[in-house]
Every structure is written in C-alpha cells, then in structure tokens.
C-alpha cells in the first residue's frame, strides 16, 4: 500500500523512570526506520492540555493510529476521545502474557468506540519490555488496516487541505461527543516531537468516561458534589469542569455501576481502565502501611467526605447521591492474579 | 554498620538500623533538626521491590492525624496508599525521589528519604520494631497470600 502511512504515536511516561525512557527511546528509533510508519512522541497523553501541540497534532491525524502509552487500552482511548480524537477502538494481540484465563465467561464486552471510518488502536507498553513485540504488532495492525480501509485510501495518501481536515474532525453533528470534544485549529505539519523536553507543570486528575460502558445512569452526577459532571443538550452525561476534580479521589469511579468512569493513573486497575487485562494489577500494601479495608461505597462516602471537609464544606456521608442499587457496586477483574503469584515467588516467602 | 539489626525475611535480610526510631507501618524516623526524617525501612522496600511512581496527596506544612492518607506509592510488585505514622506535620518531601524515586531502592536508609516530619510522639526502638516484624510476619506473608488466592 504505497503512499498510506500509519501514524504511531508515543506518549511518555508521566516519571523520570530510565526503563521506561530508555523503551520510548528505543521504539521511537527504530519506528522512524520504518519507512511505513509515521512516528511522534508526544508527553503523557493524560496531563496534556487541550491546547497542547501534541494534542493538536493528534487531533489533525485523519487515518489509523497506533498509540503506545503507559495506561490501559480502554483509558488512553477514551482520553484521547475525550480530547477530541475519536475513532474505532482497535484491538491488539499484544496483551499480557497471562491473559489466557480471562477471555472466557467473564469478559467484559469487547470495547468498540466510536461510529468512525479510523480505527485508533491503543496498546499499553507495560506489556512488554522488547521493543520488536512492539513493532511486529505495529506490522500486524498496519497490515490490517491497509486491506480495511482501502476506501480511505486516497484521501489519508494525499494531502488533505485544512478545511477539509477541519471537516473530518467536526462532522455534522457539530462534533460534540460527550467527552467535551471541541475542535480546534490543528496544524499539519509533519512535527515528530511535541515539548517532551519541556515538563509538564502539573500533574491532572480527573475522570474519562467509558461511552461504551457508561449507560448515562447519572448516578456519578449524583454522587459527585464537586459539579464535576454535567450534561449535554441531549442530557447525556459529561466531565464539564474537569478542574474542579479533586486531585486523587476516585470516588465517583467507585458507586458507578458500570465501571465506566476511569481514573488513568489510579492505583487500582480497576479504576485505572484495566479491562480483564490485569498487567498493573498488583499486590495492595495499604493495609501494611497503616490503611484499613473497606467496602467501595464506605471508601467512595469517606473520599467525598475528605474532600469536602478540605474545601470548608460539611461531610455528608450516606446523606447525599447513594446509590439506589447498591449491588454490584464493585466491577474489579480481581481473579487474575498469576502476576502476583510470580511476586510472590520473588519474595522467596 | 556493627550496630545494625536483621530481620530475616524468608532468606532476605532487612536490615533495621540503630541510629533512628521506627514506626508500626513500617517507616524509619531519623532525627533531623526540629523533627524526622522519614523512610520506607528495608522490609518494605523488599516488599515493595522497585519504586516506579511516589505521589504525594497533601501539600507541605500540613497536619495530619495518625493514620492519615498523605500519598501513594506504586512499584514494581504492588501499589499502595500511604499514611502518616502518628498524628504530627509534614513538613515538606523529599522533591528529588518525585523525579526520580530510584533512590528509595538504592539508599532506602539515606538518600531515600521520604519527608520531613514534626511529631510530639515517640517511637519504637530498633529491637521493639524488629518484634513488630517477627510479630506481624505469619499475618504479613498470609495478607499476601491472601491477595493471591
């Protein structure tokens, strides 16, 4: 397929780790040797603004995109939706070696994204540590996408003008998803390198819906009393001030039914996107460290109550946006656990 | 360092230095000017292996109650929140380990420094910590196994 490019973005790790700097690096390297691919590197996809270059960049890819970035699948896709950048959730093969189990009864539905003619195709690099598994899956995906989007080719293998650009990013429907996607001027230009030198100020925190998932309960709009949430003119649900978020409180992950509200960077894998994929899952010291354990609607109310004590505010308790139902609470894939049994081993216990 | 005490952690030996304090949820306290220095101890860096990701909850100066969620720390083999070891102020943290947490695995004792801590309370001694250790490590290896099964 001469001419058709996939574009395969890197977004750093948030941390200074040389492991994982040292695995970007690598993968950006041989990717820019790969006549087929197109390669950025772009800061962690999480903490960057709307506005950032890299961002932009992102938002002005019209074809198929490889993402690889240091979360679950299911929160770089939705983050990046979020962002504006939306499509059809790709599935890779690149999974953790231990998966095998999870595929049978228990699997959540099989994520799909968005009603898109691109397919974005997320795949977490906490899989593997050899850069090749990365690459020979990037083939894999590349190869795919050539036969699939045959249609598309001429327009993705051509140099699409601004406007038309424009207009591929906000169709008909003004573009809005309940994300917040607003669309923006994205410039064109072929930049492998957005301000990954230039850190990051700060850290972000807040929640990325899972539209797949999320069945517009509103029971996070509800339970939040920070007016996180909001919704559309056609009422459904969105993170309209993600800034009044408070920084470390997934509380509203915990009462949504669904498990649709995703924390990227929270601890549990859960709450993190995790999908029957438990790469991160790892063992809970907490209780080690001096924490205590606690059901996830007890842990939801003393989070709120936390934050709402810190900005001045009364504690509410049970008082306010419980739940009805409160079964099923709790969505974690907490079986799979060989990862922590080879910890285990480790610890020569 | 003669006056070193060892906790045998299967056949890993955590080491429990003499020079400081110690605290039930498994941090060293060292003196340091009006305050603490505070650390993980050898146990739980073993138990923690390689530190990827340390993150701070509260802003410097704060007061804490004993038990209080201060931060979170996420590593190679496990993830987990963090507590304050009794009721006093955390004064500030270690910046360097937020750019780079390595330290915690290399000179957990040292450069590893967590924060800085100012605390009326006291603290267990060197041998009362390794009782601690020998006391809770059934319950530690089980709440382990625990997780696993």
């Known amino acids: 397929m001469a001419g058709h490019k996939i574009t395969v973005v890197i977004a750093q790790h948030q941390g200074k780790n040389p492991a994982k700097r040292e695995l970007e690096e690598e993968l950006a390297a041989r990717l820019l040797m790969e006549p087929d691919f197109d390669c950025s590197l772009v800061p962690h996809l999480y903490d960057m603004s709307h506005d950032h270059t890299g961002m932009l960049f992102l938002r002005s890819v019209p074809g198929d995109v490889v993402l690889l970035s240091w979360l679950y699948p299911r929160a770089a896709f939705w983050t990046l939706d979020r962002a504006g950048v939306t499509g059809k959730f790709g599935h890779t093969l690149l999974v953790p070696e231990d998966d095998d189990e999870i595929d049978s009864e228990d699997a959540p539905p099989e994520p799909t994204g968005r009603e898109s003619n691109r397919t974005i195709t997320c795949i977490d690099l906490r899989n593997e540590s050899d850069p090749e598994a990365y690459l020979d899956e990037i083939r894999r995906i590349a190869g795919e996408s050539a036969v699939e989007t045959v249609d598309l080719m001429s327009w993705i293998g051509g140099d699409p003008k601004k406007e038309q650009l424009e207009r591929y990013l906000k169709p008909a429907n003004n573009g809005s998803n309940g994300n917040g996607h607003q669309s923006v001027d994205a410039s064109a230009e072929p930049v492998q390198l957005f301000d990954v030198t230039d850190e990051m100020a700060k850290r972000r925190w807040y929640p990325v819906i899972d539209y797949d998932r999320c069945t517009n309960c509103m029971e996070c709009i509800d339970f939040c009393l920070f007016g996180v949430y909001g919704v559309d003119n056609v009422d459904t649900i969105l993170v309209e001030q993600q800034d009044n978020c408070k920084k470390g409180c997934p509380a509203c992950s915990r009462v949504c039914p669904e498990n649709a509200i995703i924390f990227p960077n929270h601890k549990t894998a859960a709450i993190a996107g995790a999908d029957g994929e438990v790469a991160g899952l790892k063992i809970d010291l907490s209780k080690l460290f001096g924490g205590e354990e606690k059901d996830p609607l007890a842990m939801a109310v003393a989070e709120r109550d936390a934050e709402l004590v810190a900005d001045g505010r009364d504690a509410v308790g049970m008082a306010v946006g419980i739940p009805k139902r409160q079964t099923e609470t709790v969505t974690a894939a907490r079986d799979e656990l060989d990862d922590l049994i080879d910890g285990l081993d480790d610890l020569d216990l | ?149």
Do not use: C
Request: proline share 5%; aromatic share 12%; glycine share 10%.
């Open chain 2, 1 to 149: 360092m003669s006056d070193d005490l060892v906790f045998m952690m299967g056949n890993y030996e955590a080491h429990v230095p003499g020079d400081r304090r110690y605290a039930k949820n498994h941090v060293w306290l060292l003196p340091e000017g009006e305050g603490f220095r505070v650390g993980f101890t050898a146990y739980s860096v073993r138990l923690l292996q390689d530190v990827y990701f340390l993150d701070w909850t509260i802003d410097p100066g704060t007061t804490v109650r004993e038990k209080q969620e201060i931060g979170e720390v996420e590593s190679s083999k496990a993830l987990s929140t963090l507590y304050a070891p009794s009721a006093g102020t955390v004064v500030g943290f270690n910046e360097k380990l937020l750019e780079d947490p390595t330290a915690i695995n290399t000179d957990g004792y040292g450069e590893g420094w967590l924060y800085e801590f100012t605390t009326d309370e006291t603290f267990l001694s060197p041998p009362e910590y390794v009782e601690v250790l020998d006391a809770g490590w059934d319950d530690t290896q089980r709440h382990l196994k625990g997780q696993v099964n």
